[in-house]
């Protein structure tokens, strides 16, 4: 059974670099077929897709985040990352990892738990 | 537009049918999959691709889609079906990214 989970910081200053790591356990990042993505959801609102790697490290990143958006892959630990810079309040929410799934009409069909991420001083 | 568009809010009576629709270009080119999110949890895929469930979804979700609009059906709605849907699809207009729909909060009465 394939799992992902996220980890890092839960509090991050305003202008500071929000860093999350998501370890993925019960298969290889490697594996073909398979796109690494952060999807984030503010407080009482919908979800928002930030962007996915490739386990090439082949990335691509949604335009209103891209200036501030940088994602890496660590295949020998089996794990994707993301770091966000210049955060501010609007940064505050849950960031998900979640496995896309080209076999599956490119559906996300593997969900970490999510992280909480508060941007405060 | 780079967008998709779905109704905030429906409700639906205890072991009837509810149809969440979901709107936007790019479903002319892409299909939707379709996400279940209970408070304090991750989202769960339910739908993919034309109309498939992933394995341990129950037969009463299923999926369509016509023109710029996808749907979500769940025949005969459950308890423990109360919970916010979102849809999500590729972006058609030239961009490399997926879309949200905003998401419908589905209250079972």
């Known amino acids: 059974q394939v799992q992902l989970q996220e980890s890092g910081p839960g509090l991050v200053k305003p202008s500071q670099t929000l860093s999350l790591t998501c370890t993925v356990s019960?298969?290889?990042?490697?594996?073909?077929?398979?796109?690494w993505s952060w999807i984030r959801q503010r407080p009482g609102k919908g979800l928002e897709w930030i962007g996915y790697?490739?386990?090439?490290?082949?990335?691509y990143y949604n335009p209103s985040l891209q200036s501030r958006v940088t994602m890496s892959v660590d295949t020998s630990k089996n794990q994707f990352s993301l770091k966000l810079t210049s955060v501010t309040a609007a940064d505050t929410a849950v960031y998900y990892c979640?496995?896309?799934?080209?076999?599956?009409?490119?559906?996300?069909?593997?969900w970490g738990q999510g992280t909480m991420v508060t941007v405060s001083s | 537009s780079s967008e998709l568009t779905q109704d905030p809010a429906v409700s639906v009576a205890l072991g009837q049918t509810v149809t969440i629709t979901c709107q936007g270009d790019?479903?002319?080119?892409?299909?939707a999959s379709w996400y279940q999110q209970k408070p304090g949890q991750a989202p769960v895929l339910v739908i993919y691709?034309?109309?498939n469930r992933p394995s341990g979804i129950p037969d009463r979700f299923s999926g369509s889609s016509s023109g710029n609009t996808a749907s979500l059906t769940i025949t005969g709605a459950q308890a423990e079906d109360e919970a916010d849907y979102y849809c999500?699809?590729?972006?058609?207009?030239?961009?490399?990214?997926?879309?949200f729909g905003g998401g419908t909060k589905l209250t079972v009465l």
């Open positions: 979640a496995r896309g799934a080209t076999s599956l009409d490119d559906a996300f069909d593997m």
């Open positions: 019960g298969d290889s990042i490697s594996r073909g077929g398979y796109f």
């Open positions: 790697i490739y386990f090439s490290g082949t990335t």
């Open positions: 790019s479903l002319r080119s892409y299909y």
């Open positions: 691709g034309k109309k």
């Open positions: 999500t699809s590729r972006d058609s207009s030239g961009n490399l990214l997926w879309l």
